[in-house]
């Protein structure tokens, strides 16, 4: 597949205490919580039974596993600046086999408030082109892709600016996400991302195993795309000079449980594209004969990389300075 990735969303709890432990605070002097530690670094691992990035699979419905290292520097309780390298086991149509992941940002904090601004920049190292149309570099030499005729560029790296929110209320986490990208997976066409989460926590009084915690949680999004350019371009028809990829709506929605770093997500994932026009944008290697025929996919080759899907991830997340016992 010759375009996607990544993308996660994060959420957090609040606790109360006794009206003994309170009438005591009132009558002793207040003391300010702690500063953080300035520096730290966060650090994890996971694997999936599938990796899907905004409702599309990047491993061909394939497991996957996944790391990241994030240097982290704390200005106050209240601002967070950090750098981040992730990796993950993927299956493109240019052939590529790893996501390489450098990003950056600061986390501004108001009260209940969280927010993250940043700039991330996907590398898919290994592709190859595939498209005899265009004699240049190593492209008439591989031909389109085998089974389906379908073209990919040997580089799909791209970058996205991205800001979220979240906001906690009680057991409930509200989120908001945007992404922008001038050239969405290296097509030539715009991107834009826009998404609505929503995170309960179990709070303590649910019985659960000790040291256990549960939530439940869910995302709502639509992607824009713009118009490829002229690699993707059909020729001998309108869209010769590129094709307008489909927008799109994607949705998920899961159960997870939580022991020490251990996170268990279990979530169905889907999208509302047709197997045509998930064909037209994926360049799915695997894509057969289905007669999805339309007038950006006239070949009639259809593919399931779209389609709903359940996802098991198992993932360990920490810090330096987190204690674990």
């Known amino acids: 597949m010759k375009k996607f990735t990544i993308a996660a969303i994060a959420a957090f709890a609040l606790t109360a205490t006794s009206a003994s432990a309170a009438d005591l605070v009132t009558k002793a002097k207040k003391i300010a919580p702690p500063d953080p530690p300035a520096w730290d670094i966060a650090f994890g691992s996971a694997i999936t039974n599938d990796y899907i990035f905004r ?122 996400n945007f992404y922008y990208s001038p050239n969405f997976l290296n097509l030539g066409a715009e991107g ?28 709502l999004g639509y992607q824009w795309l713009g118009t490829s350019d ?20 994607t949705w998920n929605v899961g159960i997870g449980y939580t022991y020490k770093v251990f996170t268990l997500d279990l979530r169905y994932i889907d999208t509302n594209l047709s197997r045509a026009e998930c064909n037209a944008f994926t360049s799915d290697f695997t894509a057969r004969q289905t007669g999805d025929v339309s007038s950006i996919n006239p070949g009639g080759f259809g593919s399931n990389w779209c389609g709903s899907r359940f996802v098991a991830r198992l993932s360990a997340d920490l810090t330096l300075n987190t204690n674990v016992k």
Request: proline share 6%; aromatic share 18%.
């Open 192 to 219: 834009e991302y826009l998404s609505g989460t929503i995170k309960w926590t179990a709070p303590s009084s649910v019985p659960l195993p000790t040291g256990v915690g549960a939530y439940i949680s869910g995302e």
């Open 55 to 176: 409702g599309i699979t990047q491993s061909n419905h394939n497991g996957s596993v996944a790391a990241y290292f994030e240097p982290r520097y704390n200005v106050n309780k209240d601002l967070q600046f950090y750098v981040g390298l992730g990796g993950a086991s993927i299956s493109f149509a240019n052939r590529a086999a790893a996501e390489i992941d450098i990003y950056g940002g600061f986390r501004p904090t108001f009260g209940n408030l969280a927010l993250d601004f940043g700039l991330w920049y996907y590398a898919y190292p290994g592709g190859e082109c595939f498209n005899a149309g265009v004699p240049t570099g190593n492209c008439a030499a591989n031909g389109n892709l085998p089974i389906n005729g379908n073209v990919a560029k040997k580089n799909a790296g791209f970058y996205e600016g991205y800001a979220k929110a979240a906001y906690t209320a009680g057991d409930f986490v509200f989120g908001g």
């Open 230 to 249: 002229n690699f993707y371009g059909l020729p001998g028809t309108p869209f010769a000079a590129g094709i307008k990829y489909a927008d799109y709506a």
